[in-house]
């Protein structure tokens, strides 16, 4: 009898540990560059508790952690995140690694922008060329930042180029590299799904290195007070190893063909 009892607790483990489980609401960008892939398994190795990714845009992924459908959300736009801090929705936000964003075309380059570092100019230059842009045009922090870089270049896309050469096609960062090189267009991509993308085709990068270009990603708790369901320890658990020695090592060591994609930062004042 003892025998069986111990047999049966032995079987249920698996599935106990199963059951322990968080949810994190985050961008494309870390899923489909790979990164959780490398980060989540050292996550559940050191605790025990696995993560379940909601990869969507950055304001999907907030809109998720207000109605409690998350435990933690990991986003990348700043003002979205302390706005989603200021109402009492999560927080605090703690600055957790970096990259940067670049201007994707391709090889052709009809709007004449390679090699240039002036954001607000190549964008400018493809305006003027009437090359076809593609905007991810969901709500994510890869939009709200092509957004603001195109109010840099002063044109407003949306008013000037729609139904002509920007074409927004509501998806998220791998299918508009997909749409960019099937249509020969011109993309804005964060540098780590660029580096992770196998079907580029002709596309390239054409510009980088402004400092207007810098990517900040941030991680936030949910309100367990406004959503009792929301399993805040364990959530806590994954935000804090996100900012520990461990967690930004983890990061730091994340590689495609020797590159670092990401860069932690979250002892960084100010980040």
Known sequence: MLRRILVCLVLAMPAMAQDRFITVASTTSTEQSGLFGHLLPAFTRATGVTVRVVAVGTGQA???????????????????????VAEGSGGPRHAVMYNDFVLVGPAADPARIAGTRDIAGALRAVGAA??????RGDRSGTHAAELRLWQLAGL??????????????????????????????????????????????????????????FNQYGVMLVNHARHP?????????????????????????YRINGEQLFFPNARSPGA
Do not use: C
């Open 62 to 84: 907030l809109d998720i952690g207000r109605r409690g459908d998350a435990d933690v959300v990991f986003v990348h736009d700043r003002d979205a995140e302390e706005k989603f």
């Open 156 to 213: 407003d896309p949306v008013a000037q180029g729609r139904g002509r050469w920007y074409r927004e096609i509501g998806q998220g960062m791998g299918p508009a590299l997909n749409t960019a090189a099937a249509q020969g267009g011109y993309v804005l991509a964060d540098r780590g799904t660029w580096l992770a993308f196998r079907n580029r085709q002709d596309l390239r990068v054409l510009v980088e290195g402004d400092v207007r270009l």
């Open 130 to 135: 009437g090359a076809p842009f593609i905007s």
């Open 229 to 253: 369901s929301v399993k805040a320890a364990d959530g806590q658990r994954f935000v804090d190893w996100l900012v520990s020695p461990e967690g930004q090592a983890s990061i730091a060591g």
